[in-house]
Every structure is written in C-alpha cells, then in structure tokens.
C-alpha cells in the first residue's frame, strides 16, 4: 500500500486547511481499515491527530477537537484532514497512515504510512 499525502502550505494563524491522502496499490480493500493522521515537529515524537475507523466513527487529539474533522471517501480511497482556526503550534509534518484493523488503536496498529506534507502556520 502506498499513502500519498498532500495538501500542505503555508497558511496564517486563523486560516484553514484542508489535507488528503491518497492509497494505492494491491492486496487490500480501503473500506476495511482504519485510517489515521499523525504529526510531528523537529524535536518531538510522531503525535496522533485524528483517526477513522472503518464503520466512519472518528477519533481526535484534545488538542485538534472542535477544529479538525477527518473523513473517508472509500469510493476513491482517500481519507481527508479538515483543519479549521489553524494556530501556530500547528504547524508540522502531518502523515496519513493506514491501520492493520477496522478501528483505530494506537501507533503500533498502523501498518502503512505516507511521506507526509509541511503545514506551517505564521502568527
């Protein structure tokens, strides 16, 4: 599976964002797994953002709730990161990820990640 990630910029304190990710290749069907974005600055450990489990049910960091909303299109294979009153603390690496199971877990449940793409948020 290959997770293509983009959507990324540079965007100031207050705008929104909207990311996608794209799966490909063989051997497994999107609809089945959860899907997840994850996030990391210079520094710091690989942070959870949101998942999506496969039923549509969703997971948030404290720190994203009420500002980002995740989506699936299981139609195209895509998942999506909505992020609304983007603040400077923001701003990192965000990478899609795909799980080995049909609901979220936690980071040692993800199986497939992307590259990731820059957001950079200026105050």
């Known amino acids: 599976v290959q997770l293509q990630a983009s959507g990324g910029g540079l965007v100031q304190a207050g705008d929104s964002l909207r990311l996608s990710c794209a799966a490909s290749g063989s051997g497994r069907t999107f609809s089945l797994y959860a899907m997840a974005w994850y996030r990391r600055t210079p520094g710091k450990e690989r942070e959870f953002v949101a998942a999506i489990d496969r039923t549509g049910n969703t997971h948030y960091a404290d720190s994203v709730k009420g500002r980002f909303t995740i989506s699936r299109n299981n139609a195209e294979n895509t998942v999506s990161l909505q992020m609304n009153s983007l603040k400077p603390e923001d701003t990192a690496v965000y990478y899609c990820?795909?799980?080995?199971?049909?609901?979220?877990?936690?980071?040692?449940?993800?199986?497939?990640w992307g590259k990731g793409t820059q957001v950079t948020v200026s105050s």
């Open positions: 990820a795909q799980s080995g199971y049909t609901e979220y877990r936690d980071y040692y449940g993800m199986d497939y």
